[in-house]
């Protein structure tokens, strides 16, 4: 039965669908097979007690922490009451009078010369949405180039695109961000705001708060949370070898075939075997500015996973690089001793040059870079000398395994950022500013590794 | 399969197993839909035991595979006895070698190949848990324990049988169910599981009772145990498990352990000495016993026991 026709007629069938469009832009990947079960689960229970509803939908359709937590807020806000419903559609009309008065007010706004720009409905509801202070810098550019020197009326088309630039930058920014794309359905985005503006995303809300945000009254649960996750993905990584290892095994089967003409004596043995070796990581960490708080939650997350890799390189740079590897070798406490490191750090100030670090780092530690070595780098890119740091990287990712760039910087500011434009093309490059980035990322380096 | 919410509810209860509809509304889901029912939760909150539950409440046979690491197919489905397999060939080279006919060969027939189609007959046969739940005549209920401890490998070959419920046996042709498996997994989530396999399943997630639960809980598995006492147990637990940082959570199975120790004890109300001498019943952990005990130093039973203790 196709999911359209077990919908039809009945109108709980089609909200639970539209429900689920909701909960696909929140990122629960519900599957069509799911969609049918939350269906049929529909005709098992009473529909008229919200909580059965509730219970089965969801096992159904949120199979993990995250998921579960999301459904929990989105049915919350999904199904309401008559009375609900109509107070959230009226805040919706009201909300969408006030976005028709601004836009109105961009075209006072947006003038060069006294003239009004030519700009599409999009971008002007794109102006809308902008911060006061962004909306005032778009207006402060667009006085300063109208009373410029030698600047008339020609110059319209120029400023008009540039304008234009911007705020399709804005625009993709604005999509990528909280409010996510529309899903054309108006209760559905309603819903789904909601659910992002909130802690929404599922697990402790911790691990979605940028790490460089993280108050010290957080700092301790935060350090479990590491841990946690760190062991987690070191039980996973290290179960992968042991199965490996004990893929060595005798296959009897093959075995007594083999040996039919022997008369049974098993004299050739087959094995089924399988082969995996562990990865050798070489983290290299920008500590400057900033940058040092998610220095130390990164190393300490690889250090957590000591355990499963061959072997664990970790340098520090900001003006110049050092080698570190020994000193968390022998470290009682990694955590305390990546304090102290980043303590000492700071004499050499604030200047970022990733080429010169690089430099180093190919010079005097070229041993480490072998061609089945994982180079981690973690930095936000912005560093001095980016085109040379840019040729170095290329020159450095024929020779190792894979360089993968940990990007402090949230992927939705990655377009305004030159030096991001002239580092990606020679590495992966992952956003990660979080703790859950943190382990996805991880996770993910794990596995190619 | 036609059950009634309400008598499923009403056998759990009657089988001792205290739950709420959070628990009972999937299970009843994934018996109605005919879906494997996937069960997620901490160490000892009872995920095994629904299966073992179900069995009973359905008066079907419960076949258990119980997953580890390095669990393949051989042990999971099926396996030649290699053993007898050996002997049987030896036996059959000491009859040729004694002039005598070889077993079952016909005159024209070539006897290294009647061998071995010999060999790999259903009288060789080892049925591991899963072709016996394919094969069992009634409908049972399969309890794949613990699926996270195997392979992706193997969960990708789990994944298919769930889908048809049949296999093929390469000397013996394909093996279809009889009756499609009541089928319930576990896992403690130490690795994800595939999207592939859980959108298969109905889900269920298993969270530590709250302290009105876990009191029934006691009182039902512990019979002896004061109302009183079972109070004190359910708090401490509840304080535990949510007020401090411990590297492993007391479970289900803890509680009940340290009721029945102090049921034997004679211990109708937790002291701090009584608390002290059988904290390692309630945790395993060295870290955790001894942060346990700097609580107990620094506050007495007051904050672990919460208000019941209060006279
Ligand atoms: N809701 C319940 N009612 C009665 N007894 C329960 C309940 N939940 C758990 N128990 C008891 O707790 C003990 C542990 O349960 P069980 O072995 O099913 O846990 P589990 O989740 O499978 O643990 P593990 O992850 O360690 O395998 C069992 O003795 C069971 O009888
Ligand atoms: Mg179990």
Partial sequence: MSIRRAARGTSAGRNVLRFVGTLRSLGVPAGSGEVLDAMAALHHVNMRDRSQVKLVLSAALAKDERSRSIFDQAFDLYFVSAEQAAVRARAREAEGQARARRIAQSEAELRFQGQSLELSGEHRETYAQLSQAQQERLREFLSRSSGGHGVDASFLPLIEHIVRGHLERWRQGIENGPGGPSTGDEIADDVVRMVRAGSGSGGDPLLYVDIKDISEADMPRARVLLRRLAKRLATRVMRRYRRARAGDRVDFRRTVRANLRYGGVPVELRFSRRKVLKPKIVLVCDVSGSMSRYASFILQFSYGLAKVVRDLEAFLFAEDLERVSEQLRDAADVELTIGRLLESSRVWGKGTNLAVALRRLNAEHRQVLTGDALVLVVSDTKTLAVTEAAAILAEMSRRVRDIVWLNTVPASEWPGLPTVAALAPHVRMYECSTLADLDRVLRLTMDIA | ?311
């Avoid at chain 2, 009859?95 to 005598?100: L, R």
């Fill in chain 2, 1 to 311: 399969m036609d059950i009634e919410l309400g008598w499923l509810r009403t056998e759990f209860e009657r089988d001792g197993y205290i739950c709420g509809m959070e628990v009972l509304l999937p299970v009843y889901l994934a018996l109605r839909l005919g879906k494997p029912l996937l069960i997620e939760g901490a160490p000892g909150v009872g995920k095994t035991e629904v299966a073992k539950v179900l069995a009973r409440v359905l008066g079907a046979e419960l076949i258990r595979l119980q997953c580890y690491e390095g669990l393949d197919e051989n042990k999971a489905l099926y396996e030649w006895n290699y053993q007898r397999q050996l002997l049987r060939i030896q036996l059959s080279r000491s009859i040729a070698a004694a002039g005598g006919p070889a077993a079952g060969v016909g005159a024209d027939a070539d006897p290294e190949l009647e061998l071995e189609r010999d060999l790999f007959s259903h009288e060789y046969l080892l049925m591991r848990p899963l072709l016996r739940a394919i094969r069992s005549p009634e409908r049972p209920v399969l309890l794949v324990d613990e699926v996270d401890k195997v392979d992706e490998a193997f969960e990708a070959f789990l994944f298919e049988l769930l889908s048809d419920f049949q296999v093929s046996i390469p000397e013996l042709g394909t093996v279809t169910a009889n009756h499609v498996p009541v089928v319930v997994l576990t896992s403690n989530s130490e690795r994800d599981l595939s999207d592939g396999l859980k959108r298969r399943c109905i889900y269920l997630y298993i969270d530590f009772p709250d302290v009105d639960r876990e009191v029934r809980i006691i009182q039902v598995k512990v019979p002896g145990t004061s109302e009183l006492l079972a109070q004190q147990v359910a708090a401490a637990m509840r304080f535990l498990r949510t007020e401090m940082d411990l590297r492993k959570k007391p479970s289900i199975a803890e509680a009940l352990d340290w009721a029945r120790a102090l049921v034997a004890l004679g211990i109708e109300r937790i002291g701090e000495k009584d608390a002290s001498d059988t904290a390692s019943l309630v945790l395993k952990n060295r870290d955790d016993l001894s942060a346990l005990r700097r609580e107990i130093a620094a506050h007495g039973v007051q904050r672990l026991l919460g208000r019941q203790d209060q006279p």
